[in-house]
């Protein structure tokens, strides 16, 4: 207080710009060192990354070129033709142009030609041209089918009737019966197969050979004769004395 009074009091220094700046520098330092430390102690400790190895596969080989284009084809201008000069003499064109007529009768014709030839025919060739064979005749039908009489179909009427012989060991033996056949007739009428249905033992032969002498009238079918099938029954039976 006296010192105020007197004027000789010390003032302190209103900027102290230098210790100031030295204090933060030295606090700086200080935290640096604290942090970088523990940093390269844990840095030699961290293991070395493992080496890796890089392939590179090698460029594609070039695409081969393209082919060369083929060349333009060269237009050729035909020929004009000269004119030649000369004497020669106009030809006048004829008033009318008939066609050329080949000789008939070996006035011309081709050498060592035959007689009689034709025109533009060749050597050697066929007296009168050449001859078109005839078409080939058309094939004979088909045979037709007999067809099996009854219902709609009747058999036509019998034109020739023999009777069958009574066999003279059937006689004896007092054989009697009924034989059934079938008969097949042809397109004329006349028996040409026989197949027995119901045998009689000694009676067959003479029922077969009797109804194979047999004779019909023409089946007709549409116009055309056609064979048939038909059953015939024969019986036998001896006389009471």
Same mark, same amino acid.
């Given at each position: 207080?006296?010192?105020?009074?007197?004027?000789?009091?010390?003032?302190?220094?209103? /900027?102290?710009?230098?210790?100031?700046?030295?204090?933060? =520098?030295?606090?700086?330092?200080?935290?640096?060192?604290?942090?970088?430390?523990?940093?390269?102690?844990?840095?030699?400790?961290?293991?070395?990354?493992?080496?890796?190895?890089?392939?590179?596969?090698?460029?594609?080989?070039?695409?081969?070129?393209?082919?060369?284009?083929?060349?333009?084809?060269?237009?050729?201008?035909?020929?004009?033709?000269?004119?030649?000069?000369?004497?020669?003499?106009?030809?006048?064109?004829?008033?009318?142009?008939?066609?050329?007529?080949?000789?008939?009768?070996?006035?011309?014709?081709?050498?060592?030609?035959?007689?009689?030839?034709?025109?533009?025919?060749? =050597?050697?060739?066929?007296?009168?041209?050449?001859? =078109?064979?005839?078409?080939?005749?058309?094939?004979?039908?088909?045979?037709?089918?007999? =067809?099996?009489?009854?219902?709609?179909?009747?058999? @036509?009427?019998?034109?020739?009737?023999?009777?069958?012989?009574? @066999?003279?060991?059937?006689?004896?033996?007092?054989?009697?019966?009924?034989?059934?056949?079938?008969?097949?007739?042809?397109?004329?009428?006349?028996?040409?197969?026989?197949?027995?249905?119901? &045998?009689?033992?000694?009676?067959?032969?003479?029922?077969?050979?009797?109804?194979?002498?047999?004779?019909?009238? @023409?089946?007709?079918?549409?116009?055309?004769?056609? @064979?048939?099938?038909? /059953?015939? /029954?024969? &019986?036998?039976?001896?006389?009471? &004395?």
């Amino acid at each position: 207080m006296f010192d105020l009074v007197s004027g000789k009091a010390a003032h302190i220094p209103q /900027t102290p710009l230098v210790p100031m700046i030295v204090s933060v =520098v030295a606090q700086v330092t200080i935290v640096g060192l604290v942090l970088l430390i523990p940093m390269l102690y844990f840095t030699n400790q961290l293991p070395m990354p493992s080496t890796m190895m890089a392939f590179v596969a090698p460029a594609p080989p070039p695409p081969p070129p393209p082919p060369p284009p083929a060349p333009a084809p060269t237009k050729t201008e035909p020929q004009r033709p000269v004119p030649t000069t000369g004497a020669a003499a106009p030809i006048e064109a004829p008033p009318r142009v008939e066609p050329e007529r080949a000789a008939i009768g070996g006035e011309e014709g081709i050498p060592g030609g035959m007689a009689g030839g034709i025109p533009s025919g060749i =050597v050697g060739g066929v007296v009168g041209g050449f001859e =078109v064979p005839p078409p080939p005749p058309p094939p004979a039908p088909a045979p037709r089918l007999p =067809v099996r009489t009854g219902g709609e179909i009747q058999a @036509p009427a019998l034109v020739r009737r023999v009777d069958p012989i009574y @066999p003279v060991l059937a006689v004896r033996a007092h054989v009697e019966g009924v034989v059934i056949l079938e008969a097949i007739v042809n397109e004329q009428g006349k028996v040409e197969s026989i197949k027995v249905l119901r &045998s009689i033992g000694v009676l067959d032969r003479a029922a077969i050979e009797a109804v194979r002498q047999w004779e019909y009238e @023409p089946l007709m079918l549409n116009g055309i004769r056609t @064979p048939f099938i038909l /059953t015939v /029954t024969l &019986s036998f039976t001896l006389a009471q &004395s």
